[in-house]
């Protein structure tokens, strides 16, 4: 367990948090190994802290490999004091908070191969009296690619539709459209950050069986990751490429950094509660570069994948 401490919850509140911390721990070394063993060079380094203010977590981040020239896969389990930022954007009053969750980022070496990201989360809120009075899941994944391949994307999306349909075949489409309106960055006139995938928050249990159907549903997605990404890897690490798509690979990472420093919700969320910070800016890469006012050639693979940077039926593509 990442949480050791006192209960913080109330009486009769421990079980979802403490399953939720394990399946995250368990996920964890699941997605790192396999990415390791995919990489064949490069090992997951880890590097476990704790927050004054309550929790901790572990970071095990990935460097120079020869598939993934950086990634991080970070746990964490913190509470405490609800900030009062926090308590503005939530619409309550002092109170105390739980937060765990597993989030990660990979930046490939290889251009042809697509960034990707996903997290997935559980938040128990509190009042003054210990008892909890709301609890939320959230999460989500979705794919950055520099250059197009469709079998790609219909592979990635196709893959997050199978893991969501036993729990409602009504799920994917919602959520995939939630992913297309939260991952834009709408200083750029709301460019995409890439082709999606799905994301949800806010999903409250209203009762204990509630709980348990949440749950599993957070375990499938969690598990539907490596299916999803792990083909692909392989389909794209060993491609030729040259400075060109090196350039426009690091082009496409500013707009990357610019998404999650100015509009990511979690990110601005571990800064405000006092995260750790290197384990909240690993998801950024090891190199970007910004190009003023940077228009890819008329025709090119990267004026192709500018063109697919919005809303698309990737499922039935």
């Known amino acids: 367990m990442i949480v050791k401490n006192k209960d913080i919850s109330g009486a009769g509140h421990t079980a979802m948090k403490d399953r939720w911390q394990q399946f995250v721990l368990q996920l964890q070394d699941e997605i790192c190994g396999s990415l390791e063993q ?3 060079k490069a090992k997951f380094v880890e590097d476990r802290w704790d927050r004054p203010e309550g929790g901790g977590g572990l970071s095990k981040v990935i460097e120079d ?15 405490g004091e609800l900030p009062v930022a926090m308590q503005q954007a939530f619409g309550v009053g002092d109170s105390r908070f739980f937060a765990c969750g597993l989030s990660l980022v990979i930046h490939p070496r290889n251009p042809y191969l697509p960034t990707v990201h996903a997290n997935w989360r559980y938040f128990e809120l509190y009042g003054r009296d210990g008892s909890r009075v709301d609890s939320w899941f959230g999460g989500g994944s979705d794919l950055t690619p520099y250059y197009l391949f469709k079998e790609d994307g219909r592979h990635f999306h196709r893959t997050l539709k199978a893991a969501m349909d036993p729990f409602g075949e009504e799920l994917y489409p919602k959520y995939k459209q ?25 999903l409250r249990p209203k009762d204990a069986s509630e709980a348990e159907r949440l749950f599993s549903f957070q375990q499938a997605n969690g598990h539907a990751f490596l299916p999803a990404y792990l083909p692909i890897a392989a389909r794209r690490k060993d491609l ?10 690091e082009i496409r990472r500013g707009r990357y950094v610019e998404f999650n420093l100015i509009h990511d919700r979690g990110t601005l969320f571990g800064l405000k509660t006092n995260g750790r910070t290197e384990s909240i800016l690993m998801s950024l890469p090891p190199r970007a570069r910004w190009v003023y006012n940077y228009q890819p050639e008329a025709g090119s693979p990267e004026a192709e994948l500018v063109e697919y940077l919005k809303p698309r039926d990737w499922v039935s593509e």
């Open 38 to 40: 995919m990489d064949g």
């Open 65 to 79: 490999g020869k598939v993934f020239e950086k990634g991080g896969v970070n746990s964490s389990a913190v509470y």
């Open 240 to 249: 030729p490429y040259g400075e060109r798509e090196k350039e426009w690979q």
């Open 178 to 202: 939630h992913c297309d309106e939260y991952f834009v960055n709408k200083h750029r006139n709301r460019e995409a950050r890439g082709i999606g995938g799905v994301f949800y928050d806010y």
